[in-house]
Structures are given as C-alpha cells and as structure tokens.
C-alpha cells in the first residue's frame, strides 16, 4: 500500500474498489479483542491514490502527521525526522522560512533541501537590521525557529523543483523571543486570554481584493475586464477562473473554503475560508495574500488587496469575525438573554467600541485606508453596534449557540493580521476585565441620519485619516502596551513617515483642480 506505521502494531483494512474507483482504507489499532479504530467515531478514512502517500504516523498515536486526504495536505503534529523525511520523499528542493515584519510584509529566508536539518533545528540566521522596525545593524543577527505544524508544500509550483515553507517564529541569539516579531505580540495577548480562563479565541477573517490587468511590461492597471457585480457569475465575472484556481490551490493547502464571490465593485472578488484559533488564522491570511497574489500573476493579472484603489467604488475590507470560548463552550453566548448574548460578550463590545479609534492605525493601516471608510460605500464609519444593522461598526450575525460571535467591519486586508487580531483582543479583554457596558443598539440605518441625529445618539467617527489615526493610538496606553515599545516606536516612526511623505507630494488632483484657475 506504501502505507508505513513504525509502531508495527497497525493494520490496514482495505474496502473492495470498482473499476476506476480509489482504494478506500480504514486505519485501525490493533489490540485485545481485534482491529480497533483510532478515533472514537469508528475509523479515520483516507482517500488513498499514487497522489496520496501516507509516511508515518504521529509517534504519540492519534491521526497520521503527514496525509494528502482526498489531495490535500492535511494539517498534522509533524517531528522533525517527518519533515526531514518528506523533503526527501517529496524531493522538494527549496523551503522558505516564512516570517512577517510589523508592517505585515511577508519575509522569506530561502534554504535547499539539504539544509533542511538546520532550519528545524533552530540553527538558520538572518540579517535582522535589514528588517524595517526589527533591530539595529549592531544586533542585527536573529534566528528564525519554524512552526513545525506549519510545514506546507506551495501547490502552485512545478511538481519537479517542488518547494515548500515553513512559518517561523523570530528569536534573539539569547534564545529569547524577540519582542519585536508581530506573531509574538499575538501570543502575549493569547497567553493574557488563557489566564484569564479562556481557552480559545477564534477568528475568521473575511478579506476582499482586485484583479486588474497587467500592460505589456507586466505592470498593474486598474482595468478589470469585468462586468459584473455582487453574486455575478460568468460570463460578467471575468475572474471566476482566477478565483476558483485559488480555491483550489487553497484547499490543498488545508483551507477549509467556505464561499467564493464576486464583489460589489468591478473586479473586486472575496474568497472566505473557515475560522480558526487566532494564531494560525493570522497565518492563514498571509498565506491566502501569497496564493492569490501568485496565481493572479500566473494568469496575467494583479492583485491587490489595497482598501480603495480606485474612487468612486466600493473599497475592500477584511470583516473580523471573533468568539472566546471558556471550557470549550462559546463565552459570548446566552441563551437567556434576549438577543442570545453574556455579559462576556456585551463587555467585548465595549472594550471594541472604547479603544477602536486607538487601535485604528493598525487595523487600518495605510493613508489610503481612510479613502474606503466614507460614507456611501458599505463601509463603517460611526462608532455603534447592532444585532443585525450593516451600517454599524460592530454586527452580531444570526448565529447562535457554538457559533455566536462578534463582527467588527472597519479592518481592511492591507493590515498585519497578527498586530490586528492582538489589538482587537486586547480590547475586548480590558472590556471584560473592567465590566464595560457598551452603548444602547443603534438599529436605524446610521448612513441615512446627519450629524444632529448621530450626535443625539451619541454616536462617534471613525477617525478620518491615518493621522488622526496616529495621534488615537498615541493616545491610547492599552493599545501601545500590546503592540510593545519596540513595536509601538518602531510602528509610528514609519507610519508618521508615510504621513508626510503623503501629506508633501503634490496629487494629480490638486494639479487637475489648481493648475489652470490659479
């Protein structure tokens, strides 16, 4: 079968196959009283063919580490000796050592296959002052320490040459965690949930982007070639083959895909793939950039997951979908209050509401994220919440039970998805250490009111540009204390220095507007 189990106290039961059916096999345990499953619901089944090898199992029982189900790589405990093993097997021939600088640019250290030993060992280094907002070139030598559960072949690549990546954690030469990685900052403030008796914080990001097509040299437009509009389908959406190649690619990656559609605007397009804790949901977002930018390119076209890359049209946002989960069972729900949530939950708001302009600046990163967050585009501007009204900053979605969570709509994808989902934890944490009570429901359509009816309601802005987004961050201590001084400094010393480079060059705009009547 070209199944192997070290152990030796395995069998495999192969059920009976039709002519061009695939072998389907039952893993079992062998034991007193016959062939056991090794899972309680009868029996793990794996879709066996020559694309789907299985090399070992996990050493401490439970589910194989390294299987292809139904074609996928599935998401495993891998030890070293397996991925050492599988870079031979596989004859992968290049593996990335992923890791994301606090601007949320995704870095790569490229190694070969035979120093693959090293790089599971903690032993490869890089120049970390080469890093913008990482350290200094008189401390510049860091350690890159790989996620093993990370380890992942890139399905896009030729299955000769293949390459595969690993995501890495940043270390100092100390051996301590380097404080200014961006997954560690996530981690602290996973760690302050866990302490806090939480055991889970979920998030599923929903994160939308643009196909345009290239010119001759390869270079983006903001043509799309596309008609269509919300829900469209072919022939209008020209880039429906695009989207279901990343799919495809994204499933064999381990994505569970939940939906994929074309957006309001022309070319405009989302991919929504399942929640997960938030660690590895940031590190799905990173990969999904990587997969879409990469096979839009191989078909001729650029992605961009820029907020608003042309005016006029609606912009692309990243909704955050969030849950905390206390023993297993979902924190935010009760089944006694009217609309379904605890107390929990009604402080998460609060927290969210009370520190959302502080935490702007990361969530909304860049000079061109507030040209998406004005009215008349479906994008939040006020500061509210609502059971159900889309206009509001935070929605709760209809679902209840396990599923009840928190939406908070202002984040947008050109975000660092690990400093975001930290600030948005963070908040809603202070909400519930302080027994926060978030503001009454706004359930009116907040677009349609004026500034009179806004201020009777109490109801705040968003802040309107990335510097007024800056000087709430500065003033705000929670928020500063969970992106850390080295990050915080580092963070507003490069974003005030994209503010003036902006706010100093002179637009088309003001040369279309002044040139000739002044």
């Known amino acids: 079968s070209g199944i192997f189990f070290p152990e030796g106290r395995r069998k495999l039961h192969k059920r009976g196959r039709g002519k061009g059916e695939r072998a389907r096999i039952v893993v079992t345990k062998c034991g007193k009283g016959g062939p056991k499953p090794l899972t309680e619901g009868g029996g793990t089944r794996y879709t066996y063919d020559n694309r789907c090898e299985q090399r070992r199992s996990d050493p401490k029982g439970g589910a194989p580490s390294f299987l292809k189900r139904k074609g996928r790589q599935t998401m495993g405990v891998y030890s070293k000796e397996d991925i050492i093993r599988i870079v031979r097997e596989e004859e992968i021939e290049f593996v990335r050592l992923q890791f994301t ?5 995704l870095k790569n250290v490229a190694i070969t296959a035979s120093q693959i030993e090293k790089a599971v060992s903690n032993q490869c280094m890089f120049d970390g002052s080469s890093i913008e907002g990482f350290v200094r070139i008189d401390e510049s030598d860091q350690y890159l320490y790989p996620d093993l559960k990370s380890f992942r072949i890139f399905p896009w690549r030729p299955s000769h040459g293949k390459v595969a990546r690993l995501i890495c954690d940043v270390y100092n030469t100390d ?11 996530l981690k602290r403030v996973i760690q302050k ?7 889970r914080f979920n998030v599923g990001p929903e994160a939308e982007f643009f196909l345009f097509k290239t010119d001759e040299e390869g270079k983006p437009t903001t043509q799309t070639n596309d008609e ?17 190649e990343i799919c495809m690619a994204l499933e064999q990656m381990d994505f569970e895909i939940e939906a994929s559609h074309h957006e309001c605007a022309q070319g405009q397009h989302e991919i929504d793939f399942k929640y997960a804790e938030a660690l590895h949901a940031a590190d799905n977002i990173m990969t999904f950039k990587l997969a879409v930018k990469t096979l839009a390119q191989r078909n001729g076209l650029h992605a961009t997951f820029m907020p608003k890359p042309i005016f006029g049209i609606a912009g692309s946002g990243m909704h955050t979908n969030m849950s905390l989960f206390h023993n297993g069972k979902n924190a935010f729900y ?52 609502s059971a159900s009204n889309r206009s509001a900053l935070i929605r709760i979605p209809a679902s209840r039970g396990q599923g009840t969570r928190v939406e908070l709509r202002s984040p947008d994808p050109s975000c660092n998805p690990y400093l975001a989902f930290a600030v948005c934890l963070a908040a809603g944490l202070d909400g519930i250490e302080k027994g926060m009570t978030p503001p009454a429901e706004i359930t009116e359509n907040i677009y349609a009111m004026d500034a009179a009816a806004r201020k009777t309601h109490g109801i705040e802005s968003l802040p309107g540009s990335l510097e007024e987004a800056l000087r709430a961050l500065e003033a705000d201590q929670l928020i500063l204390d969970t992106l850390g001084e ?15 480079e902006y706010r100093t060059r002179v637009s088309s705009w003001e040369r279309e507007k002044y040139i000739i009547n002044y």
Do not use: Q
């Open 486 to 500: 080295h990050v915080a400094a580092n963070y507003l010393t490069g974003k005030w220095r994209e503010w003036d």
């Open 334 to 385: 009760d089944p006694d209050d009217p609309r379904g949530l605890s107390k929990e939950a009604y402080s998460f708001i609060a927290g969210l509401l009370h520190h959302v302009r502080g935490m702007a600046a990361v969530t909304n990163p860049l000079v061109n994220s507030y040209k998406r967050l004005v009215p008349g585009y479906e994008a939040p501007c006020y500061l509210a919440w």
């Open 101 to 105: 600088d606090i601007f949320g640019m």
């Open 193 to 199: 949930a866990n302490d806090m008796g939480y055991d």
């Open 175 to 185: 051996g301590t965690p380097f404080v200014g990685d961006p997954r560690y900052v």
């Open 228 to 244: 269509a509009g919300y829900f469209d389908l072919g022939p209008l959406d020209h880039g429906e083959s695009t989207r279901r």
